[in-house]
């Protein structure tokens, strides 16, 4: 019998007992069916556990590859083009690792001073901001004073720096690192290079004339959308390197080139980089200023910039075509960051076009009518 959801009723005990209000509910016409669903469900999420694994243990290995294979399919379209004036496959190919290994060079060189200058200056750097944020020292106190009479006081640390040990780790992350360069540039050069083998092989392994029509448009339109959406956010970054840069030079901040290309670059990842920017121009203006609110002052015009930028000028040349929806980008961007870091965050919104370019023709809304 159905209670209304406001009333209660007794147990044998005495104990007061609320009733759910529940209406129109019916057995399962077919339990052998909705387990045999649930048992797929648990196959694929057995799938989905060992392929994220197996993506986070390789990842060393997984992640030059992609970042190679994402770039050839975004210069396939360039690629093409040129093949079709009778170019060989091989210059494109050495034209692209030829580009962006200069580019990577010409960041290195000209990203190393300033950092080295950060670093060597990082205490004044510290002991400055600290000075600014003079009048939080009274409530962090209190905070630890709290802490301290909860959990008690916490034991002193001893640092003992071993120069060995130190060389060693250096060696461990700088060995890693060179290899990846070297496995993304040469996987990259055989991506562009030997693409068309790689998708006429691709294709043959479906069996029906349906199923290789299908591969092949799946394989075009990634490609055609990948370079579609770098190509043009590229154009944008370049933008608003440009205005990042003005912003700091109009304010008097140092290093006016250098927050360009660090706006270029983060605005890659979506939310997370941008946010960045701002805070660094934050950290900037405190070293630079004797107050707050003249810091505020470029995190906040870079902020109406990117605002303008993310909800009008992006969306109007974009497209509808190539927009995403928000949340989807979001936890694209959340996913692949905690598995693969920032190379992750960089790859999270060209790995979403992927897939949901394949999606849309796995399982299409409406079914096309194909020419002729």
């Known amino acids: 019998m159905n209670v209304e959801p406001n009333k209660t009723a007794f147990d044998s005990g005495g104990w007061r007992k609320l009733r759910m209000d529940i209406r129109g509910a019916e057995p399962l016409a077919d339990r052998a069916a909705f387990w045999r669903a649930m048992a797929q469900a648990a196959t694929v999420a057995m799938a989905v556990i060992l392929i994220g694994t197996v993506l986070f243990l390789a ?11 994402v770039i050839a399919m975004t210069v396939a379209p360039i690629s093409n083009a040129l093949s079709e004036r009778g170019i060989p496959t091989w210059l ?11 580019l990577l060079y010409v960041a290195t060189v000209s990203l190393a001073d300033p950092i080295s200058q950060l670093i060597a200056h990082s205490s004044e750097i510290g002991n400055t901001i600290k000075d600014k944020f003079q009048f939080l020292d009274r409530p962090l106190a209190a905070l630890k004073e709290l802490k301290n009479a909860v959990l008690g006081n916490a034991p002193a640390l001893s640092v003992d720096v071993n120069q060995a040990d130190v060389i060693q780790n250096v060696l461990s992350v700088a060995t890693p690192a060179v290899l990846a360069v070297v496995l993304f540039f040469a996987t990259l050069f055989f991506f562009i290079f030997g693409r068309e083998d790689m998708q006429r092989y691709a294709v043959r392994q479906f069996g029906s004339r349906d199923g290789r029509l299908r591969a092949l448009r799946i394989i075009n339109d990634i490609e055609a959308n990948l370079s579609a959406y770098l190509i043009t956010v590229t154009g944008i970054n370049v933008a608003v390197g440009l205005v990042a840069a003005g912003i700091a030079f109009m304010m008097g901040l140092p290093g006016a080139i250098l927050w360009g290309a660090v706006a270029f670059v983060l605005n890659y990842i979506p939310y997370i980089g941008p946010g960045m920017v701002v805070v660094g121009l934050f950290g900037a203006g405190l070293l630079t200023f004797d107050t707050l609110l003249p810091a505020l002052v470029a995190p906040l015009l870079f902020v109406a910039f990117t605002f303008v930028e993310g909800h009008f000028v992006t969306p109007a040349i974009v497209g509808r075509r190539l927009l995403m929806h928000p949340l989807a980008v979001f936890l694209s961007l959340a996913f692949w960051s905690w598995l693969w870091g920032p190379i992750g965050a960089f790859l999270a919104t060209p790995l979403l076009i992927i897939a949901f370019v394949a999606m849309r023709h796995l399982y299409p809304g409406d079914k096309a009518n194909l020419p002729g």
Do not use: E, H, Q, Y
Not at 59 to 69: E, H, T, Y
Not at 92 to 102: D, E, F, H, K, L
């Open 92 to 102: 494109p190919a050495i034209v692209v690792v030829a580009g962006i290994g200069s």
């Open 59 to 69: 990842r060393s290995l997984i992640i030059p590859v992609v970042c190679a294979g």
